[in-house]
């Protein structure tokens, strides 16, 4: 079964910082370009950042750039992103998703992960 | 950054009624635009990709068209399952957007 599940959302004051996990199962992650998208609640989607399948191509929003970084770990099948300076903007549902197409470099996401939230807040 | 602009923003509807979403861009995207569905509390959910290219196990009452600037989602016969928010994407530069969302509601 396909499956990928995020961890390490929560409550962090405003500057503070997180880790957020994306643990896949069920397909050769190695393979595939992986994104995150966030979704503030009761509003839209939001791409954040893409971390294609070998590293030479990666990509964030004007909005975290400089803030938020992410990495994978194939040997672990885990997608990852480091988020430092937090604002309180950045309060949102953070999902991880699966590039569309051969290697997943189409630009489009065929599989999501249920989502961690994080509260930026004091 | 390329705005995608959907309408309307929301909609009632009966079962068995056809139901059409569109979605527009501020230039040319091809046909890179890519349509989903997301009920209240799940992820979303791939529906068509490259316009009008169905992903394997939707439904086929679910159409995708359009190329350019102007595109449009389609639901030919409503089901109770198909309430829900549908997202258009673009799919042709970084950063990727979407569109602000179509709520297609119980009349």
């Known amino acids: 079964e396909v499956q990928l599940v995020e961890s390490g959302g929560g409550l962090v004051q405003p500057g503070g910082s997180l880790r957020l996990s994306c643990a896949v199962s069920g397909f050769t992650f190695r393979k595939f370009c992986m994104h995150w998208v966030r979704q503030t609640p009761g509003k839209g989607l939001v791409w954040v950042s893409r971390?294609?399948?070998?590293?030479?191509?990666?990509s964030y929003a004007d909005s975290v750039k400089g803030r938020f970084t992410i990495s994978r770990e194939n040997a672990k099948n885990t997608l990852y992103l480091q988020m430092n300076s937090l604002r309180v903007e950045d309060t949102a549902v953070y999902y991880c998703?699966?590039?569309?197409?051969?290697?997943?470099?189409?630009?489009?996401?065929?599989?999501w992960g249920r989502g961690t939230l994080v509260t930026v807040s004091s | 950054d390329i705005q995608m602009t959907q309408s309307p923003s929301s909609l009632s509807a009966s079962v068995g009624d056809r139901v059409t979403i569109t979605c527009r861009a501020i230039q040319t995207i091809y046909t890179y635009l890519n349509w989903y569905q997301q009920k209240p509390g799940k992820a979303p959910k791939l529906l068509i990709y490259a316009a009008s290219s169905l992903e394997s196990g939707v439904p086929s009452r679910f159409t995708g068209s359009g190329s350019g600037t102007d595109f449009t989602l389609t639901i030919s016969s409503l089901q109770p399952e198909d309430f829900a928010t549908y997202y258009c994407?673009?799919?042709?530069?970084?950063?990727?957007?979407f569109g602000g969302g179509t709520e297609v509601e119980l009349k």
């Open positions: 998703a699966r590039g569309g197409g051969f290697y997943g470099d189409d630009g489009y996401f065929d599989l």
């Open positions: 994407q673009q799919s042709y530069s970084f950063p990727l957007t």
């Open positions: 971390f294609n399948r070998d590293g030479s191509s990666i």
